[in-house]
């Protein structure tokens, strides 16, 4: 009788205040993610890359936390290197095995380096964690905005591939590109960070720009004012793990992930 009693409570919440609903979720899926000890995924992924070129591509994804060891392995459309990160031995580079063509063969690369950082993530931005902590900053930049009233909405319950999930956007109104100078001693990756936007945005947004390293103190850039202009996520309805994440530009979807396979250990 709780059960239904609670379940009709949440039902009358989710009609009669969609932001509160949406909030309530958001809640428990970052208190769910929080403080896990490891977790493996497999990653579909459509991304929107330079020159408007479109990817698609899947990867098997496993995390240990503290200290942080990625290992991703690529298997689609077919197959590539294995990825491995480990930040108590080496948090600047990772070891790339090329598998298929000279399997004996291991070497290291810089985690930003065009051969580790491929699409729009490096290895160790492929964690639920990282995934989540930026939905927390969209969330806090809304608030901070004063738009997260009419900013984060619910949009009820949903299929996914075949598993229901709740449907939540996040839309940022104020989300626009704007000039930059950068400072001294400045990359694009600490620019990302320092503003919480999305790197390969940049490199995007500025064809003069080959790399994430190619800037010059003084040099004016455009950026976007945040991570996204809008989120669209799907939260497993029974464990509330993420179970797509889509990202949208001022030029339409910019990204788009899948995570299916869901373990968790804590």
Avoid at 38 to 48: I, P, Q, V
Avoid at 59 to 71: A, E, G
Avoid at 90 to 104: E, F, H, Q, S, Y
Wanted: proline share 4%; aromatic share 10%; hydrophobic share 35%.
């Amino acid at each position: 009788m709780k059960t239904i009693i609670l379940s009709l409570i949440f039902t009358f919440i989710s009609f009669s205040n969609p932001h509160l609903e949406a909030t309530r979720l958001l809640g428990l899926m970052h208190q769910n993610l929080n403080g896990i000890k490891a977790h493996s995924y497999r990653l579909n992924l459509a991304e929107r890359r330079i020159d408007n070129q479109y990817h698609q591509g899947e990867l098997l994804i496993s995390v240990q936390n503290q200290p942080l060891k990625i290992r991703a392995e690529v298997i689609g459309p077919a197959e590539g290197p294995l990825v491995e990160y480990d930040a108590a031995a080496d948090k600047t580079n990772a070891v790339i095995t090329p598998r298929k063509w000279l399997p004996a063969v291991k070497f290291k690369q810089d985690v930003n380096s065009k051969m580790v950082r491929r699409g729009h993530y490096s290895i160790h931005e492929t964690t639920f964690n990282h995934f989540d902590f930026l939905i927390q900053k969209m969330e806090t930049r809304l608030l901070q905005n004063g738009d997260s009233h009419h900013g984060i909405k619910y949009h009820g319950i949903t299929s996914e591939e075949g598993v229901s999930c709740h449907k939540i956007e996040l839309i940022d109104a104020q989300y626009q590109i704007q000039n930059y100078q950068i400072n001294r001693e400045e990359n694009l990756i600490d620019l990302a960070q320092n503003k919480w936007i999305h790197p390969y945005k940049i490199l995007e947004l500025n064809p003069q720009l080959s790399s994430y390293d190619e800037i010059r103190t003084g040099q004016r850039i455009k950026i976007p004012t945040s991570y996204a202009k809008r989120c669209v996520l799907y939260i497993d309805t029974q464990d509330y793990l993420p179970r797509r994440l889509e990202v949208y530009d001022e030029l339409g979807w910019f990204e788009k992930y899948s995570f299916r396979d869901i373990s968790i250990r804590r």
